[in-house]
């Protein structure tokens, strides 16, 4: 085989292997999608099929009446449309700092950066949770917030800095000779032409805020307070029985919106951390 065959050949090879692993991960949507849609005559055959057969709502309808979705949409929507704010405002001057001035401490915060994205989740809760006790903060709203935005504060930092390091430098030399301080600089010249990337930190912020599961479900305990997928977990009976048919809808209902904002700042994303990168 020839130079060009070999390369055509890996190069097929690469695409079925980046095809097969898309239906890995598209896999569990589609069947979501499948069972959303299927009667219970449907849901408990021993030969499930891949679509159904007689497409209903009425999960969607059982769904709506056995839990309060639409209050944990609302508690959700507000936890993560604060922690995105709360986290663009913070980390919007930080990241200017930490790609502008190279020291000790802005190498500190990009390790920091770098270590806190491997802690779990369960080892920080107990001391945490100790914390937020000590502040009247467990089952509020506000103590979620507060953990959400130390939470996703480190990537919104990795992920600003490297829209910072892509803006030219002459820019902001040019509005110092106009007389220009630092801080008219950040906020009339560094800051538009941040803009997308701000929108993508705030969008992604969002999105960690809107699917997280297990702080919500150790901080909040009232009912009336609890988030989307805190009350996903109540379609499931206390036998371990899951009704999979309301399940399916209200899962469904619960991940469009991190499909359809994912869909739109992926590119955004990825800029950002190679932005970085550039040189001007």
Same mark, same amino acid.
């Given at each position: #085989? ?7 050949? &890996? ?16 896999? $569990? ?9 299927? $009667? ?33 949409? @609302? ?7 604060? !922690? ?14 930490? %790609? ?7 190498? %500190?915060?990009? @390790? ?46 990795? #992920?600003? %800095?490297?829209?910072?390091? &892509?803006? $030219? ?11 220009? @301080? ?12 941040? &803009? ?5 930190? !705030? ?38 029985? !899951? ?6 809808? !209200? ?5 469009? $919106? ?23």
């Amino acid at each position: #085989m020839s130079w060009r065959g070999r390369r055509r050949a &890996a190069r097929a090879g690469q695409y079925l292997a980046l095809l097969g692993y898309l239906v890995f991960l598209a896999f $569990p949507l589609l069947w979501l999608v499948s069972t959303a849609f299927k $009667p219970p005559t449907e849901l408990a055959t021993l030969h499930p099929t891949w679509l159904p057969e007689r497409p209903t709502l009425d999960n969607f309808r059982r769904a709506f009446d056995e839990q309060p979705l639409l209050r944990a949409a @609302g508690n959700s929507l507000l936890t993560a449309v604060s !922690a995105a704010a709360i986290s663009v405002l913070i980390a919007t001057p930080m990241a200017y700092v930490m %790609a502008r001035h190279r020291s000790a401490l802005s190498r %500190a915060a990009t @390790g920091w950066v770098v270590v806190s994205q491997a802690f779990p989740f369960v080892l920080v809760i107990i001391p945490l949770f100790l914390i937020l006790k000590e502040f009247r903060l467990i089952d509020e709203p506000a103590g979620l917030v507060l953990v959400y935005v130390v939470w996703s504060l480190p990537f919104a930092l990795w #992920m600003l %800095a490297g829209y910072v390091r &892509a803006v $030219p430098r002459e820019l902001e030399e040019a509005a110092a000779v106009d007389g220009a @301080g630092r801080l008219r600089t950040l906020v009339s010249v560094t800051a538009p032409l941040l &803009a997308p990337g701000i929108v993508a930190t !705030a969008l992604f912020t969002f999105i960690t805020a809107w699917n997280e599961f297990f702080f919500a479900l150790v901080l909040l305990k009232t009912p009336e307070k609890q988030t989307m997928p805190v009350v996903l977990t109540h379609f499931i009976g206390t036998e371990g029985v !899951a009704d999979l048919g309301p399940l399916a809808a !209200a899962a469904l209902l619960a991940t469009l $919106p991190s499909l359809v904002l994912f869909a739109f700042i992926q590119r955004r994303i990825t800029g950002g951390l190679l932005a970085g990168a550039v040189k001007h």
